[in-house]
């Protein structure tokens, strides 16, 4: 809500847990310096090349650039500026829809503007591909990035939440109840309490975020 009545006063409003500063400081200090328009260098995508990433450097580069790490793709495609890769985009199968393409990451290295790079990366998808949807974090992001390279705002998600315990992070499909037997073990669940209790239980904590904006491409003006 709070989010909500900034944006309507044209405020960008951007949420940064303790966690996620002790743990990914540099990643939250390149998130607010973008928000300013300042950066240390700028690239124009003319200037790169692009060209397939492989798993392993796609996963690193995502672990150093963005607040959500690394994450397994079946396509992954990067921009690079004097051999050195700046800009990353991955794709995989929907996770809720047959036949669809989720965007699942875009990321620049920190502190640096690709202008024009997220366009030229999508410009390469292979040609089987002919719509992608992606989510934006909106307790970071507005999707104006999107929008301005061709993708049309289609949606928004509910707040979901995430659970923290010392330095980990679990996401919330991760604690499902079926699933926490395993997870917190046998003697520390209970079956006749809920996901929430049992977790609240053995010491997590439950932070929720602002849902995402569900963004498709390609626009429907394109």
């Known amino acids: 809500n ?73 396509i992954r495609l990067g921009l690079y500026f004097n051999n050195k890769l700046v800009q990353l985009i991955t794709l995989g199968k929907s996770r809720f829809k047959k036949g669809e393409y989720e965007l699942l990451r875009m ?46 705002l289609i949606g928004e998600t509910e707040p979901g939440y995430s659970y923290y ?6 996401s919330r499909q991760q604690c499902q109840k079926h699933k926490l037997k395993d997870f917190l073990g046998e003697e520390n669940f209970n079956e006749n309490l809920t996901e929430v209790e049992n977790m609240l239980r053995n010491n997590f904590l439950q932070v929720y975020d602002c849902g995402n904006f569900k963004m498709k491409w390609p626009s429907n003006n394109n």
């Open 2 to 74: 709070k989010t909500k009545e900034c944006s309507a006063l044209n405020i960008r409003l951007i949420h940064i847990t303790d966690w996620e500063w002790n743990n990914k400081r540099d990643i939250c200090k390149s998130i607010i310096a973008s928000a300013l328009g300042l950066f240390q260098e700028r690239i124009y995508a003319r200037q790169c090349q692009v060209k397939e990433v492989t798993n392993s450097a796609s996963i690193n580069f995502l672990n150093e650039n963005h607040i959500q790490g690394g994450i397994n793709s079946s």
């Open 107 to 152: 990321c620049t290295k920190l502190n640096i503007q690709v202008i024009g790079g997220f366009s030229k990366l999508m410009s390469h998808l292979p040609s089987y591909i002919d719509e992608v949807i992606s989510y934006v974090d909106r307790s970071k992001f507005t999707g104006e990035g999107y929008i301005n390279s061709g993708w049309t």
């Open 165 to 170: 315990r010392g330095d980990n992070k679990y």
